[in-house]
């Protein structure tokens, strides 16, 4: 009995440094995965962004002064100063000229305009195009150039108009 004296120490101390080799290795690969998922936010916060400036142009389908109001420019959608932003920039359709918010006449009824929502955060840029009719037909006397037709959010036509 004398001579296995301190072996259960030696084994532990070996495999403890066991681990901490494992461990060591594990480090690079667990650097990597935060990073990947602070890309993957970063890409969503983006996505998020464009969506944001696609739902205003929907919002606002009806209210041409409204839209080109903020064409080319970067709009927020935080308060936190953490850079998420869109930006819409729209293109006639048919001849692929683009609306900026000195284009006189805009929008022209029943007439096909794709609108471009780049959202950006932190470096990263998505974007989503969508076409857009704007529907002029019955103005309402007011400033609006879109007319009076009333245009459901999304949300709402997925619930049924109610929420």
């Known amino acids: 009995m004398r001579s296995n004296r301190g072996s259960a120490a ?9 681990l901490l080799i494992i ?3 594990f480090m690079p ?3 990597s995965e935060v990073k990947h ?3 993957d936010m970063d890409e969503q916060k983006a996505w998020y962004a ?3 400036g696609i739902k205003y142009a929907k919002a606002y ?3 041409a002064s409204e839209i080109k109001a903020i064409l080319g420019t970067s709009t927020g959608i935080s308060e936190d100063n953490d850079a998420a932003a869109y930006q819409l920039t729209m293109k006639d359709k048919t001849d692929g000229s683009a609306v900026t918010s000195s284009t006189s006449g805009f929008p022209v009824a029943d ?3 794709i609108v471009y929502s780049e959202g950006t955060f932190n470096g990263v840029k998505k974007v989503i195009t969508e076409e857009f009719v704007f529907a002029t037909g019955s103005s309402s006397g007011g400033e609006n150039g879109g007319g ?3 245009t459901g959010l999304e949300g709402l036509m997925h619930a049924g108009g109610t929420v």
């Not at 030696?10 to 066991?18: A, D, N, Y």
Request: aromatic share 10%; no cysteine; hydrophobic share 55%.
């Open 10 to 18: 030696v084994i532990s101390i070996v495999f403890m440094m066991f």
């Open 23 to 25: 461990g060591i290795g």
């Open 29 to 31: 690969l667990m650097n």
């Open 37 to 39: 998922a602070s890309m």
């Open 50 to 52: 464009a969506e944001a």
């Open 61 to 63: 389908q009806n209210d």
């Open 111 to 113: 007439k096909t305009y």
């Open 148 to 150: 009076s037709t009333a």
